[in-house]
């Protein structure tokens, strides 16, 4: 089961709200996705620059393996605070932790609201649908 204190994007990206700051990131499915289980398969991420805006649903980054390359797109808008700098070094930081050690944006909200986003359980059932 994947975090329940978090909700999650169609798009295999998770946010968590914590005070006034959010943490984006990927969830494990994309990672799997992505790599088939090689976690050498992850080669390059791009993260945005502190300070800047991101609208709910923008792609804020990328992410590229050797079989595919992802678009990373902002769960909810706000400000750019900080970047994982640690992930753009060490890819692998996604395979073993993609929702602690792996978070890849920390913003200031422009609100709190996650309407339209999926709590943990919805996620397990929209991943296993998609896995059939």
């Known amino acids: 089961m994947r975090p329940d204190d978090r909700k999650y994007t169609k798009a295999h990206e998770w946010v968590l709200l914590d005070g006034d700051v959010a943490l984006f990131g990927i969830t494990d499915f994309a990672v799997e996705e992505l790599c088939n289980g090689n976690e050498g398969d992850l080669v390059y991420c791009d993260l945005p620059e502190e300070g800047r805006t991101l609208?709910?649903?923008?792609?804020?980054?990328?992410?590229?393996?050797?079989?595919?390359?992802?678009?990373?797109?902002?769960?909810?808008?706000?400000?750019?605070?900080?970047?994982?700098?640690?992930?753009?070094?060490?890819?692998?930081?996604?395979?073993?932790?993609?929702?602690?050690?792996?978070?890849?944006?920390?913003?200031?909200?422009?609100?709190?609201?996650?309407?339209?986003?999926?709590?943990?359980?919805?996620?397990?059932?929209?991943?296993?649908?998609?896995?059939?």
């Open 55 to 132: 609208e709910a649903g923008e792609t804020f980054g990328e992410i590229e393996s050797v079989k595919a390359v992802a678009d990373l797109n902002a769960p909810i808008g706000g400000v750019v605070l900080e970047t994982n700098e640690a992930i753009e070094e060490h890819l692998e930081i996604l395979s073993t932790d993609p929702y602690k050690k792996g978070w890849m944006v920390k913003i200031k909200p422009n609100n709190k609201s996650l309407d339209g986003l999926m709590s943990a359980a919805e996620y397990e059932a929209f991943v296993a649908e998609k896995a059939h």
